[in-house]
């Protein structure tokens, strides 16, 4: 079983519409959790941060549930310029807290 | 603004043959990785570094070597190159948690 998994999609929505990614972990002793951006043939690129509280940034909402170790990312009247990978991140591999693990990522394609 | 750079964006190497790639980032930061990244796989920890002459094992090291001499500069050598280590090759520095990548060399093993 991976780590940390994710539907790979592709998700191809229209703009303006709402899209959801989930991401399970099986670490349960992972302490951090974050979700990344990675356009295409670029690098990642830290998107946001995920509390137990859930956050939100403008558009993105992120949302954590320890129980069930499951990750979600909601992008609300998504954009074109939201195109891109989206991977799922958590810490703790190794028992260390600074060393990440990367989902294979959820492709995301906003249509005009 | 911080800054992670890598010393080719595209690099083609015949089977065998030494590689060396090469990493400096700007920021202080004592934590560097590299990471491979393949379609279907994510990115995987090949080897990581806490510290000057320090270095880790990742998930995948077999085929790979690093070198830490300074703080700024963390090496990958692939020391008989071999075509399935035909890939891309991430480096990161990071805190704590955050990392920040490079943009990245798409190494061709033929």
């Known amino acids: 079983r991976k780590e940390v998994e994710q539907d790979p999609g592709p998700f191809n929505v229209p703009e303006g519409a709402t899209v959801a990614f989930n991401c399970t972990y099986s670490?349960?002793?992972?302490?951090?959790f974050f979700w990344y951006r990675q356009d295409c043939r670029k690098e990642p690129k830290l998107l946001m941060s995920?509390?137990?509280s859930g956050n939100e940034d403008g558009r993105f909402t992120a949302q954590l549930n320890r129980a069930s170790q499951y990750i979600s990312l909601l992008i609300r009247d998504s954009k074109l310029s939201d195109s891109a990978t989206y991977l799922c991140?958590?810490?703790?591999?190794?028992?260390?807290?600074?060393?990440?693990?990367f989902g294979s990522g959820t492709q995301l394609t906003v249509l005009p | 603004d911080v800054k992670v750079t890598q010393s080719s964006r595209y690099l083609v190497k015949r089977t065998g043959e030494k590689v060396f790639l090469e990493c400096v980032q700007d920021?202080?930061?004592?934590?560097m990785f590299w990471y491979r990244q393949d379609p279907g796989l994510g990115l995987r920890l090949i080897y990581f570094?806490?510290?000057?002459?320090?270095?880790e094992k990742g998930d995948i090291p077999e085929g790979y070597s690093v070198s830490r001499e300074k703080k700024e500069r963390f090496s990958l050598i692939l020391e008989s190159a071999s075509t399935n280590q035909t890939s891309m090759y991430l480096c990161?520095?990071?805190?704590?948690?955050?990392?920040?990548f490079g943009p990245g060399t798409r190494l061709t093993v033929t």
């Open positions: 991140v958590v810490s703790g591999r190794g028992g260390s807290a600074r060393q990440l693990t």
């Open positions: 670490n349960s002793a992972s302490q951090s």
């Open positions: 995920v509390y137990s």
């Open positions: 920021m202080d930061h004592e934590n």
């Open positions: 570094s806490y510290d000057v002459k320090m270095k």
């Open positions: 990161a520095g990071g805190g704590t948690y955050e990392q920040y």
